[in-house]
């Protein structure tokens, strides 16, 4: 993820029979912390998914990463089935309000 020219973070997707599984959210410049930088970002990645994929977009957290767990909750997600370690959420689409994304060709 790039603001203004700095590298603030990084995240990613993968398909699996059909389901987006986004993974890797993580801020790497804590300057940036609190700013809603990383909120816009999963928003966008989401809608990309969403109109590319139509599919069923899940995430893996941590059960001890509360802190992980709110934030995927407050962008639309929903804590489905307990694993060993993990929680696996799903997004709630019907919620999920698209960010139109514009892209600039070169």
Known sequence: IDYNGSS??????????????????????PEYKGKAHMSLSIKMLISYIINSYSSEITVKVLKLNAIGQRFYIKNG?????????????????????PVKIKYNET
């Open 77 to 97: 997600f929903k804590i489905g089935r307990e694993m060993d370690n993990y929680v696996l959420m799903k997004l709630s689409i019907k919620g999920f309000q």
């Open 8 to 29: 603030i973070g990084c995240m990613g997707f993968r398909l699996n029979s059909g389901v987006a599984d986004i993974y890797n959210v993580i801020l790497g410049n």
